[in-house]
């Protein structure tokens, strides 16, 4: 069982820099693919970015790339999102999960724990 808890998400303005954090539970934390999604009002639920176990692979939406960077500190069963350049259409609820499989999944039915999630605003 792993937890997971978001936290970063905030009110920025257009152009923007925010760093969401999601600290995970538990003592295998780097067996896990981390991914990050987000959840605009009234949409469905979609993908941000996705890094393996390792962190040496990164995939990551059109429409975030070039912008949005993920990481992770294996040491503190931590995983990032840096987000840059931010637009309005940035805004939503952000969410980390994790997947136990061995792909690096880019879809939701992909991973096992879900976090609850971080708001993140952007005003124009």
């Known amino acids: 069982q792993v937890q997971l808890v978001e936290s970063g998400g905030a009110l920025v303005q257009a152009g923007g820099s925010l760093r969401l954090s999601c600290a995970a539970s538990?003592?295998?934390?780097?067996?896990?693919?981390m991914g990050w999604f987000r959840q605009a009002s009234g949409k469905e639920r979609e993908f941000v970015g996705t890094?393996?176990?390792?962190?040496?692979?990164?995939i990551y939406a059109d429409s975030v790339k070039g912008r949005f960077t993920i990481s992770r500190d294996n040491a503190k069963n931590t995983v990032y999102l840096q987000m840059n350049s931010l637009k309005p259409e940035d805004t939503a609820v952000y969410y980390c999960?994790?997947?136990?499989?061995?792909?690096?999944?880019?879809?939701?039915?992909?991973?096992?724990?879900w976090g609850q999630g971080t708001q993140v605003t952007v005003s124009s």
């Open positions: 890094l393996d176990r390792s962190g040496g692979r990164t």
């Open positions: 538990g003592r295998t934390f780097s067996s896990y693919v």
């Open positions: 999960a994790a997947s136990f499989g061995v792909a690096v999944p880019t879809t939701a039915r992909g991973y096992n724990y």
